[in-house]
């Protein structure tokens, strides 16, 4: 309990699931402009920090058919 979940630098709202699994909300706002974007969870003290890996999410916007 405690990370914190990061979508291109901000904090997004977190939810602590167990010791290997977070849910973070993220707002339509992050899904406006296509891209790649960088993921991070920074964990609490003691021994906190940013976590190691760093993925990224892409998002991509379709046509409207």
Same mark, same amino acid.
């Given at each position: 309990?405690?990370?914190?979940? =990061?979508?291109? +630098? @901000?904090?997004? %709202? $977190?939810? =602590?699931?167990?010791? %290997?699994?977070?849910?973070? *909300?993220?707002?339509? *706002?992050?899904? $406006?402009? @296509? +891209? %790649? =974007?960088?993921? $991070?969870? %920074?964990?609490?003290?003691? !021994? !906190?920090? #940013?976590? /190691?890996?760093? #993925? /990224?999410?892409?998002v991509? /916007?379709r046509?409207?058919?």
């Open positions: 309990p405690g990370s914190v979940f =990061y979508w291109n +630098g @901000a904090p997004r %709202v $977190t939810n =602590y699931v167990d010791s %290997v699994s977070l849910i973070a *909300s993220l707002p339509a *706002s992050d899904f $406006t402009i @296509a +891209g %790649v =974007y960088p993921v $991070t969870v %920074v964990n609490p003290s003691p !021994g !906190g920090g #940013p976590a /190691r890996s760093k #993925p /990224r999410a892409s991509s /916007r046509g409207a058919a």
